[in-house]
């Protein structure tokens, strides 16, 4: 039963669990998991996942795939990797560099860039790998029609892996997506990397069974090993975390614990005093594996994920952090002159300039879409007037139709991606069409945005051992929400700023239980404003951490808003 209310910043809380606060675990664990429908706790909780579980066959074309990349590997012949610039792509590319390496496999593999190549497979790249037999394009490629008939045309054939929406099966080998109009429906949520992850347990196991690695005298990869890049592609890529890919995160998080792949625990060791979960990755991690494909070459951070050398990986660890830096300054700069050109007066925003860099268009569009809770189109010009568009959208409207419907009427070109997150290519001299265009098609019902709260939550109840018993029904992601709590009757007793814009609080009840607070990126927005400037008790909503300070742990609110006591 869900209880409504309306924030100071007019946000409306819906608060699932009752009205009355709770105050022990025993009563705030199934709360939580009651309110993601979830009732067998015991099993939920196991999270157990072995490779041996998993079945290739459950995909169309599979089998297909798995045979011939054994052919190749037994014929000895040169395989090429062909991946996209994201995490998604650089993780399933990485699983198969790894994989083929361990193997003493011939092969090679490809990263566009961002900027010169763009999204996708190309032309060039075929050409790269005509001294191929057998390429293999993850996170890309069920699209490609022109370029897998090239590759058909030079002989090479070629493995799809890929997860984006398609309606026509391309001319390869074989196509394994999950959106295949002919595939059930059982794996739909899967990213790139936790189909690539599947395909080589496949092989794994038919390589083991044909007696391969006894007769070259190669020890049999531990398919657990590769779990750590499904985890970090998984997260990344803002999929569900329900069902197989909640347990594939789980487990790839155990992975990232035993530290073997040097790249991901030289990137860890600069994030001091923070353990890993479903957060690190998307806040920590995340970032700065993306940044080299956004500013610089993606390539940077397959060399992280697949280097057996220690002193590279922690040279390629602060290379990534440093390259993460600069994508910060230009987001910054890019958001805040995109904010000058909004139209108030349109239910989208629609920006664009010669003077934005491509790469980091897409991250701005979100931070739009986020503060103005519309669907928000950000457009970087080159100098020859042809701008690359990056899309987010709000959950109640559907980009794919969109694009699809203007690159039918020939006012953008290039377009595609998901629902929610999708880009296209615009010549500028269409802007005005565009503009014109999206006035006319973008409708949807506006609505107050909602914030979800599982349950009423007394501060004196709240302990470290608490929410440690919370954290553990992570890992917590798209599908699977963290826990937010409203705690209720609070006095405002601190605030300061720290960073840039940040907002830190100390909150205290009228028993003088204390609890430390941060709002991120509030200085300067009307939660900010109420933060520093309200004096009444105030009830607040957000998540718990366990922060440490000097050795201590603390218990730390992610505070997201706050509301008048009723």
Known sequence: ????????????????????????????????????????????????????????????????????????????????????????????????????????????????????????????????CRDSSLLITVDCGCTAIEELSYAKECGIDVIVL?????????????????????????????????LAFICMVGVNRQLESSGFYGERKIAKPNADD??????????????????????????????????????????????????INSDTIAFFLGPRLNAPGRIASADISVKLLTTKNPIEAKKLALRLDELNKERQLLEARITAEAEESIDDNLKFICVYSQEWHAGVIGIV????????????????????????????????????????SAMARGIVFSGGGHSLAAGFSVNAGHLDDLIDFL?????????????????????????????????????????????????????????????????????????????RGIAFKALGTELGDVLMNHSAPVNVLGGLSISEWRGEEYVNLYLEDVAECA
């Open 1 to 128: 039963m869900h209880c409504k209310v309306v924030s100071l910043t007019k946000k409306v809380w819906a608060i699932h669990s009752g009205h009355l606060p709770l105050n022990s675990v025993d009563e705030i664990v199934p709360a939580i998991l009651k309110n993601r429908g979830i009732e067998k706790q015991d099993d939920f909780k196991k999270a157990s996942l072995t490779p041996s579980m998993l079945d290739p066959s459950d995909f169309l074309d599979m089998e297909k795939a798995i045979c011939r990349i054994i052919k190749a590997l037994k014929n000895g012949e040169k395989i090429s990797i062909f991946g996209d610039y994201d995490v998604d792509g650089v993780c399933s590319t990485s699983i198969f560099v790894n994989f083929l390496d361990h193997l003493g496999a011939n092969y090679s593999y490809f990263v566009p860039s961002r900027l010169k190549e763009g999204y996708g497979l190309n032309l060039e790249a075929i050409k790269k």
């Open 226 to 275: 590769y779990l750590d890049l499904v985890a970090l592609a998984t997260v990344c890529d803002v999929v569900e975390l329900v069902g197989l890919n909640r347990l594939l995160v789980a487990n790839g998080i155990k992975s990232i614990k035993k530290r073997k792949n040097l790249g991901i625990d030289a990137l860890m060791s600069l994030n001091k005093g923070h353990g």
């Open 162 to 194: 890929d997860h984006h929406k398609m309606s026509t099966i391309p001319p390869a080998v074989a196509v394994i997506n999950p959106h295949r109009p002919d595939e059930k429906d059982k794996y739909k949520t899967l990213c790139a990397t936790g």
């Open 439 to 515: 006035k006319s098609e973008v409708q949807y019902d506006a609505t107050t945005r909602e914030l979800y709260a599982d349950c009423f939550m007394s501060l004196g109840a709240i302990s470290s051992s608490m929410v440690k018993s919370i954290a553990a029904l992570g890992p917590f992601g798209m599908g699977h929400r963290h826990p937010k709590f409203v705690i209720q009757n609070l006095t405002i007793s601190q605030t300061r700023v720290v960073g840039q814009n940040h907002i830190q609080t100390v909150l205290q009840d009228e028993k003088n239980n204390v609890l």
């Open 365 to 404: 569009a979100g931070r739009l879409k986020e503060k103005y809770n519309k669907p928000s189109f950000v457009i970087a010009l080159d100098p020859n007037g042809n701008g690359r568009a990056s899309c987010r959208s709000i959950g109640n409207f559907d980009l794919s139709p969109l694009i699809g």
